[in-house]
Structures are given as structure tokens and as C-alpha cells.
């Protein structure tokens, strides 16, 4: 069987022409054209010569330094641009905003032996962190910004945890930057809504405890709804309320301090006599010590505190009484807002069997949580005793420990 010899390709003298005045009319090299129009670098040096010859044209000129640079910034340029095109090409399906950013990351995923991930990112017009974390989604590892998340997460859960599972994300947040941690609450509420955690809600009912005596020894009201006097030890608020046991009703009273929002006193009883009011207070003074002059003591118009005996009490003690009016719960809301703390975030959430048992548990709660760790929003999130220890700190006045 006879081989088949190659036919050799025939030039016309037209493409000749043509092909030798792409580097005599633009200044490029030979190298470069023969490449772009498939034909062999020597075979086009001799059409240009050629060429050159017949219309008397110069031989090229040697170029110098700058333009050399020049030249091959433009060749440079050149590359990238029909690189870029022929990427545009590929993706030119990808380019419309109805396409999903993994779609974008497959086709890079698929060219980055080809172009640079850097300029397939700035052509497509996605973000090159974005695709890189993408890659690492594919791998199964997390990517940084999921670690992140993932850490903060766990620590969100355990501060929740600690608060007996009451803590927003404000609180939450407090303590994330104590703990160290920079985080907005926006985010602190992101990552709980997506671990399904959440603060307490308020609820505002309770049974009213003010019932006016046949006798009242009423006072004036020297507070005026401005419960924060700025100081500690310059007002301390009051009131009385029930709580459910197996055995009956229990009756709490409680005193706080206006500014500090400690609990100072607290009572439990089987019974709504004065002494429920006076016990509470003697607490409170003799926690405080010395007091530094005379401390407003408020309270609504309740049967115990309009009576003889409290006002008697108030006067041993060196207090000066005030009052709000008789229904108007706004006149005591200082006192009001920490049954709404003590109802929604300990009491509606247990049940007590006995009236020791509601007493041992609601002066836990007092003393070991809400006293030392809960955070308040007026206080900076601090807790009322961190908060006297860093009053303390400012005024050299010695802060009280815990009860």
C-alpha cells in the first residue's frame, strides 16, 4: 500500500500581502502575528522583507528601551484582554442576576487551571473570600466565619444556661464582652434565634396586695415617680406580694434600693400583718449599717405600711416615709418592676409544694442570682452588688458582701 504525501498549503500573493503589512503598517512583532494567523515565523520574515522590498519601505528600526517596555506592556495587555474574552464567553450564561452564586463558583472551579480565580471573581462579579470559603464547604471543613459563629454560639448557650435560661441578647451580650468577646446584640439575637433560644417575656398581672386601713397614718409622697435619686441609700422602695404554695398563699415583702437596685430586705410569711413589713425593714437597715442620713422609705397605701406600728417603726429607724396615692401602681413602679423580674424569670417557672420550700427557694434566688449576677440596664449590666462594689471603688465608701 503507497503513503500518502501532505499537500503543502498555497498562499495567494494578496494573503501575503495582507499577512506582512499586519507587521509593517502596526509595529508588531513577526513572532506575534505568524502565531495569531497560524503560519511559520520564518515563512512570514520572508513576506516582509518581500513586502518591504517592493514598496521601498524602511527596514524596521531597532527600538530602545522604552519602547520595548512599552511594547510589551501592550502585548501584556493585549493577552488579558483576549483571555478575558474568551472567559466572558464560557460564562456569558452566568452573568444575569437570576443565577445562584454557587452556579458562578462551579464555572471558576472549573477554569482556574486556565485564569486566575482573582479575575474570574472581578468578571463574574462575585466576592473571591466568598468562593474561597465555598471550596472549603466542599472539602467539609467550616470555614473561619463558621468557627466563629459556632464559638460564639456555644458561649450564648452557656451564659443562657446560667441565667436559669432568662438572659436576652442584651444581657447575653454583656456578658460575651466581659468574657472578652466584641459582638453587636444584633448578632447575639441572630445566633439565638437560630439556636432557638430565647429570653424571658414579661408578664404584668399579679393579685393586688394594697388594701387600705380603717386607721391609716398616710404620708406624703416625696418621690414624685423620680425613683433614681442617684445615689444609693437616698430612696428605698417597697411593696408586698403573693405567692402559690401547696399549703396556701405566701405573702413577700421586699425593699430595694432606688438607685442600686439591690434587694436590701426580704420577708416570707404565712400572714399580711405588719410585722411582715416591719421584719423586712429592720433587714434592710441592719445590712446597710450606718446609713448616711435619712433615706426616703416609699410604698403604696397598703393597710401595713399606712399603719401605727411602720410609722412608728420608720421613726426608730430614722426613715422618712412617703406614699404614693392610693391605685395609682405608677407612684410605685420601682417596686413593681422587680416583682415582674421575680415573677417571669423565677417565680411562674416552679412550683412549690410548701411555703419553706417557696421561702428557701425565692431567697436563692434573691441573694445568689438576682442581688449577685443578674445584669440591669440601668446599671450598665451590672449586677446590683457589682455595681455598689464599683460605686464603691469610686468614692472609697467600703461595699457591702452579699448576704
Known amino acids: 500500500m503507497m503513503g500518502t504525501s501532505k499537500k503543502r498549503k498555497s498562499y495567494t500573493p494578496e494573503y501575503r500581502r495582507e499577512a506582512a503589512h499586519l507587521v509593517i503598517d502596526t509595529g508588531r512583532t513577526i513572532a506575534a502575528v505568524a502565531a495569531e494567523i497560524n503560519v511559520g515565523a520564518q515563512l512570514l520574515g520572508r513576506w516582509v522583507q518581500a513586502e518591504r522590498d517592493r514598496i521601498g519601505a524602511p527596514p524596521e528600526a531597532p527600538l530602545d528601551v522604552s ?11 493585549n493577552t488579558e484582554l483576549r483571555m478575558d474574552n474568551e472567559f466572558l464567553g464560557k460564562a456569558s450564561l452566568l452573568r444575569g442576576e437570576e443565577h445562584s452564586r454557587q452556579e458562578c463558583f462551579e464555572v ?90 430565647a429570653g424571658i417575656s414579661p408578664r404584668t398581672w399579679h393579685p393586688p396586695t394594697t388594701v387600705p386601713g380603717p386607721n391609716p ?39 430595694r434600693d432606688g438607685h442600686t437596685r439591690r434587694v436590701l430586705g426580704r420577708v416570707i410569711a404565712d400572714h399580711l400583718r405588719a410585722d411582715l413589713v416591719e421584719d423586712a425593714l429592720r433587714q434592710a437597715v441592719a445590712l446597710r449599717g450606718e446609713l448616711p442620713g435619712k433615706v426616703i422609705f416609699h410604698a403604696d397605701r397598703g393597710c401595713q405600711y399606712t399603719s401605727q406600728q411602720i410609722a412608728e417603726v420608720a421613726g426608730q429607724l430614722d426613715l422618712l416615709r412617703s406614699m404614693g396615692r392610693t391605685g395609682v401602681c405608677w407612684d410605685n413602679a420601682a417596686a413593681e418592676s422587680f416583682w415582674s423580674t421575680l415573677k417571669n424569670e423565677y417565680y411562674h417557672r416552679h412550683v412549690f409544694a410548701t411555703i419553706v420550700e417557696a421561702r428557701r427557694g425565692v431567697y436563692a434566688w434573691i441573694d445568689g442570682f438576682y442581688n449577685a449576677r443578674r445584669r440591669h440596664s440601668k446599671t450598665g449590666y451590672l449586677s446590683p452588688l457589682q455595681y455598689e462594689h464599683h460605686l464603691a471603688r469610686q468614692t472609697d465608701q467600703p461595699a457591702l458582701q452579699a448576704a
Request: contains cysteine; proline residues 3%; aromatic residues 8%.
Open 108 to 197: 471558576i472551579d472549573a477554569e482556574k487551571a486556565n485564569y486566575t480565580i482573582s479575575r474570574m471573581c472581578r468578571l463574574i462579579g462575585v466576592d473571591r473570600r466568598r468562593y474561597y470559603e465555598w471550596c472549603k464547604r466542599r472539602r467539609g471543613g467550616p470555614t473561619r466565619a463558621e468557627q466563629r459563629r459556632a464559638e460564639l454560639t456555644g458561649k450564648i448557650v452557656e451564659f443562657h444556661k446560667a441565667s436559669d435560661h432568662t438572659y436576652g441578647a442584651p444581657r447575653i451580650r454583656a456578658d460575651l464582652q466581659e468574657a472578652g468577646e466584641t459582638v453587636s446584640r444584633k448578632t447575639v439575637a441572630k445566633l439565638m434565634r437560630q439556636a432557638k433560644i
Open 67 to 77: 519602547e520595548r517596555a512599552e511594547l510589551e506592556r501592550l502585548r501584556h495587555e
Open 217 to 255: 397614718d398616710p404620708a406624703p409622697d416625696l418621690v414624685k415617680r423620680h425613683f433614681d435619686k442617684g445615689h444609693r441609700d437616698v430612696a428605698w422602695f417597697s411593696d408586698i406580694t403573693y405567692l402559690s404554695t401547696g399549703e396556701g398563699w405566701a405573702y413577700l415583702c421586699a425593699v
